[in-house]
């Protein structure tokens, strides 16, 4: 079983609409966890953090299950530049390297 | 420019050649971070350097892949006796604070691989 498992994709949403993304993590011992873009052919950007008491930035929520091990990204009213691979990141147990989800792919489209 | 920088950003190569790419991370940064990334999937962790030191390997590293790191700054990473299936995109990271920030991760453009 992969470390960092996500929704398989492809999501293809029009403008406006709202998408969740799932993704779930094997580790337990895993204790930092984040949300990834990577735009075609680039380079992975950091989104946004996720904490066990949720946060938010902008149209943009993360939230943590640790119980359940599972992590969510919430994209509200999606606009077309939102169009992208989100990835779901686990830190190592050792804490020494970010281990990525395969990525769910987004097409907003208008 | 002072963000990580790779070199060359795309290679070309014959199956059964050598091939070598280089990273120049962010000034001062000391931890470093090799990435590999084929199409459809996420970037997949290679090695970790912390300055000189190569603290850890993955078994996707196959005897094949060597890095090293010299002197703490730049770092290369040599895939000898290059296969198909090393096609990918090669990614390289830095930073200078505990990876539970991963805010302060910087990632390389990444140097593109194709083996025919």
């Known amino acids: 079983r992969k470390e960092v498992e996500q929704d398989p994709g492809p999501f293809n949403v029009p403008e406006g609409a709202t998408v969740a993304f799932n993704c779930t993590y094997s580790n337990s011992a895993s204790q930092s966890f984040f949300w990834y873009r990577q735009d075609c052919r680039k380079e992975p950007k950091l989104l946004m953090s996720?904490?066990?008491s949720g946060n938010e930035d902008g149209r943009f929520t993360a939230q943590l299950n640790r119980a359940s091990q599972y992590i969510s990204l919430l994209i509200r009213d999606s606009k077309l530049s939102d169009s992208a691979t989100y990835l779901c990141v686990a830190l190592n147990q050792a804490g020494t390297a970010l281990i990525f989800g395969k990525g769910t792919t987004l097409s907003v489209s208008s | 420019d002072t963000g990580v920088s790779q070199d060359p950003r795309h290679k070309i190569t014959k199956r059964g050649q050598n091939v070598t790419f280089r990273c120049d991370p962010i000034s001062e940064h000391n931890r470093l971070y090799w990435y590999r990334q084929t199409l459809g999937q996420g970037p997949e962790f290679l090695t970790y350097?912390?300055?000189?030191?190569?603290?850890?390997k993955s078994r996707l590293l196959s005897d094949r892949f060597s890095a090293e790191r010299p002197k703490g700054s730049f770092s290369t990473l040599e895939i000898q006796r290059t296969e198909q299936g090393d096609s990918a995109m090669y990614l390289c990271a830095s930073t200078n604070r505990d990876t539970s920030s991963g805010n302060t991760i910087y990632f390389g453009e990444g140097s593109w691989l194709t083996v025919v």
């Open positions: 996720v904490y066990s």
């Open positions: 350097f912390q300055n000189e030191a190569q603290l850890e």
